[in-house]
């Protein structure tokens, strides 16, 4: 066990995951507590974000799990009262939750375009709306926030309401940065690239044939080969976490291979 986080309480929303395997929330809810954090698992999937704090607990690691949904004031509330009372603390906030629906402006619906934006920014801004008074309280703290490269690039599906949400989160991470500054209080954003996650399946497999040849065609579109793992995404996250990153407030880290580096 690591002690970068050591004695921290790191209230990660969305540590579950959707399907098997690794997604960004639930790798860096486990990297935390390797790294001393005690982590609260949050996930609107109580039973999911429940999978996760096991696994930190069978590591010997310290987590619980609470189900709380970003797009509701009253659940984040709630879960951050909670903790709160519990552990009088949340040193790192990491906001983990996005979705993405395909489509251009002509073909999405008002609804679609909606629940983006509600899931990928406005639950950024409840998080941070309930969680910086306390981290003003007690004199500091780190937020971290998942974007996407798609904040600052397009790629070959047309997903206007995905690209406006990512987009908006980079500039409310700087304002957050910038206001809270002199207030000991941290805010930077991690801008995943094309990742191996349960998360991409969904979204564009209507544009492949098959999984495998998402996977293929995703990984030859990377400079570096392949795509990205959910463990960059939380390695890129537990830096910014730590105090290391002590005197970096306001980055936008894309965790890309290189992919936004390219001309086309």
């Given at each position: ?7 921290k309480i790191?209230?990660?929303?969305g ?7 690794w ?6 809810a486990?990297l935390f507590a390797?790294e ?13 974000a ?7 607990s ?8 609470l189900?709380a949904?970003?797009?509701?004031a009253?659940?984040i ?9 519990r ?44 969680v910086?008074p306390?981290?003003v ?5 780190a ?11 397009t ?9 406006s ?26 801008l ?14 209507h ?7 998402l996977?293929?065609?995703?990984d030859a579109?990377v ?8 463990w ?33």
């Open positions: 066990m690591g002690e970068r986080l050591k004695d790191a209230f990660v929303m540590a579950g995951c959707i399907g098997e395997g997604g960004n929330g639930k790798a860096t486990v390797r001393g954090a005690t982590v609260v698992c949050v996930d609107r999937d109580l039973a999911s429940g999978r996760t704090a096991a696994i930190i069978e590591e010997g690691g310290r987590a619980e799990a189900r949904d970003i797009t509701s009253a659940d509330d709630a879960a951050v009262s909670d903790v709160i009372a552990h009088g603390r949340i040193d790192v906030l990491q906001n983990n939750v996005g979705i993405a629906e395909p489509g251009g402006p002509e073909a999405i619906d008002e609804a679609s375009w909606d629940r983006v934006m509600d899931v990928n920014l406005k639950g950024f801004f409840l998080t941070c709306k309930r910086l306390e981290m309280r007690q004199g500091g703290g937020i971290v926030n998942v974007s996407s490269v798609a904040s600052i690039t790629i070959n599906v047309p997903m206007i309401s995905y690209y949400s990512k987009a908006a989160v980079n500039h409310f991470t700087r304002a957050v940065a910038v206001e809270y500054a002199s207030k000991g209080i941290r805010c930077n954003a991690v995943p690239g094309l990742m191996n996650t349960p998360m991409i399946v969904e979204p564009y497999k544009v492949y044939a098959s999984v495998d040849e996977i293929a065609k995703r579109m400079p570096m080969g392949k795509m990205g793992t959910a960059d995404v939380a390695h890129a996250s537990l830096f910014l976490a730590s105090d290391e990153a002590k005197y970096i407030s306001g980055v936008l880290l894309p965790v890309d291979g290189a992919l936004t580096c390219q001309t086309r």
